[in-house]
């Protein structure tokens, strides 16, 4: 009997030596990712896009950690879009956000007939999904005098983005961590930039959030998206830290290696008879692929 205790006591000890591992690396990556793209500024009121996914718990729940300490005052405020799928529990949101007395609005808006009427089936219906619920979100934003929108986005979803723009749209395109929206009127961040999907997982777990899945987008599992992530996956486990290196690689960028001429001036390119530290020495593929860019990912510091 003894034994068994000591063993259960040895697990637990474990157990939370882990999560509060855990708990500091997502901190400290949410919080270098503020600091290192100014996200979060001193006055700003701060509207957290909360869906019911693992995602959005997640990052509103370091906010609201991140808040007590950080360098500058802001305030939070959870927003849900409650698009009326069928079978959608109304009540778990707003009960876990009054236990956690935070500031919250739902919005009701049945996107979802609009969607199920306008896309035939088996078609994607994620363009048009997305495209309404960013349209309410932002007028949302303005009614409530948002100065930010804070998304749920991770690591891997900029990874896979860049991903599917390369290989569906030819374009070498991801997911910035933080952007000013097409009206000019709305500037959107995404914390979670340096976070690890697996990683949000467990904290999920750990933090038992009462998840809500998605029932219009969550069972079309032949969309490209979900085949790119499980592709990444799988390179993830044959080769660790390849999805690292491939976010690293969207903020280390050699222009003059590229193609785009009209972000370089190929046409204007002269020998000068002096070293140019963006020659071939550049190209030379055994010595970049041997000293990968901060291939162990990015160096974090403490926000607050």
């Not at 070498?172 to 009206?183: A, Y």
């Not at 969550?218 to 592709?231: P, S, T, Y």
């Amino acid at each position: 009997m003894n034994d068994v205790a000591t063993h259960d006591t040895a697990a637990e000890k474990k157990a939370a030596f882990e999560a509060n591992k855990l708990s500091k690396r997502l901190h400290r990556q949410v919080g270098q990712a503020i600091a290192d793209f100014k996200m979060i500024e001193g006055g700003d009121k701060v509207m957290v896009c909360l869906s019911g996914g693992k995602d959005s718990y997640a990052l509103l729940d370091i906010l609201l950690n991140l808040q007590q300490r950080a360098p500058v005052r802001f305030e939070i405020v959870a927003v849900n879009l409650d698009q009326k799928q069928p079978g959608f529990p109304e009540e778990v949101l707003p009960n876990y956000l009054r236990s956690r007395g935070v500031p919250f609005h739902i919005e009701a808006q049945d996107t979802y007939s609009i969607v199920k009427n306008l896309i035939p089936e088996g078609k994607t219906m994620c363009s048009l999904c997305s495209r309404l619920r960013r349209g309410i979100l932002y007028r949302v934003a303005k009614e409530l005098g948002a100065t930010k929108i804070a998304l749920g986005h991770h690591r891997d979803d900029m990874v896979v983005t860049l991903l599917m723009n390369m290989f569906f749209g030819s374009r070498m395109k991801g997911m910035p961590p933080k952007l000013v929206s097409d009206n000019g009127e709305h500037v959107v961040i995404r914390p979670l930039a340096y976070v690890a999907e697996t990683d949000l997982e467990r904290w999920a777990v750990h933090r038992r959030f009462p998840i809500i899945p998605c029932s219009l987008c969550g069972n079309q599992e032949n969309l490209q998206r979900v085949q790119i992530k499980a592709m990444v996956r799988d390179w993830e486990r044959q080769y660790p830290g390849r999805t690292d290196n491939m976010f690293n690689a969207m903020g280390h960028i050699t222009l003059s290696h590229m193609t785009d001429r009209a972000l370089f001036p190929f046409e204007t390119i002269r020998a000068t008879g002096r070293p140019d530290p963006q020659g071939d020495k550049a190209f030379d593929e055994d010595e970049d692929c041997a000293n990968p860019v901060n291939a162990a990912g990015p160096q974090v510091v403490r926000w607050g």
